[in-house]
């Protein structure tokens, strides 16, 4: 049990790392962004693997609002993966050269650029539901991690802007415009930062559903309570 749950840390932590390597590398780095992208999705298939019990229980609860807001993700990031598959069949020049030329490479530039931003997002605010921070811990540390969050929130939120990402997201950029002159490592660092902001922003969805959820439990206990007192 320890050392499948060691291979499901791992695996998260290689494709959070390839999702951003491969975001930074489009159209600047063209060999390795196709190579990094056939790497991500095999990396996602053997995550939905690993975690097949927990994805069937998602899909058959009906009670939970944090479960409903999972499935909502999950079937966002399966149309985007296929989106991406798709498109990438069609653009390849590389992983998948050997294919015979398809037709439609303005709609697949199109698709494959909305898609891989929207994955993108996704993909980190799935992350940052499943992000838990120990109940009990000293004052000093939780602090600290408050202002750390802040900071690289802060950060991410600069780097959405650098990024042009609203652009990106809502389809208004149909060829995306690359400065050649930022260097590689501070685009990674900029898309890093964007990954951090949107995993604690569900993080702190998550924390309140929860929340909600035992108030809702806590104040349904009491009315039961008195129902019974009652009677």
């Known amino acids: 049990m320890k050392g499948n749950r060691v ?93 015979p030329a398809l037709p439609g490479a303005s709609w697949a530039r199109r698709i494959h650029m909305l898609f891989s931003y929207w994955m993108f997002v996704l993909a980190f605010a799935h992350s940052g539901l499943h992000v838990r921070v120990p109940r009990r811990m000293a004052p000093w540390k939780l602090w600290f991690l408050r202002v750390a969050a802040v900071a690289v ?25 690359v400065d050649f002159n930022t260097p590689l490592a501070i685009t990674f660092l900029r898309y890093a930062g964007v990954a951090a902001l949107v995993a604690i922003v569900f993080h702190g969805v998550q924390v309140a559903l929860t929340a909600a959820g035992r108030r809702g ?15």
């Open 7 to 99: 291979i499901k840390i791992a695996v998260d932590i290689a494709m959070s790392a390839v999702l951003v390597a491969t975001m930074a590398t489009a159209l600047v780095q063209e060999v390795p962004h196709e190579w990094l992208g056939m790497a991500l999705f095999v990396l996602m298939v053997s995550h939905a693997v690993l975690n097949r019990k927990w994805l069937l229980g998602v899909m058959r609860s009906r009670r939970k609002a944090s479960y409903a807001l999972h499935l909502v993700l999950i079937v966002g990031l399966l149309v985007c993966l296929v989106g991406m598959i798709a498109s990438s069949l069609v653009l390849s020049k590389h992983v998948f050269g050997f294919l």
């Open 153 to 177: 929130g802060a950060y991410g939120a600069y780097a959405i802007v650098q990024l042009g990402m609203f652009a990106y997201l809502t389809g208004q950029v149909q060829f995306a415009m």
């Open 217 to 231: 439990r806590a104040q349904g206990k009491r009315v039961n309570d008195q129902e019974g007192g009652a009677a």
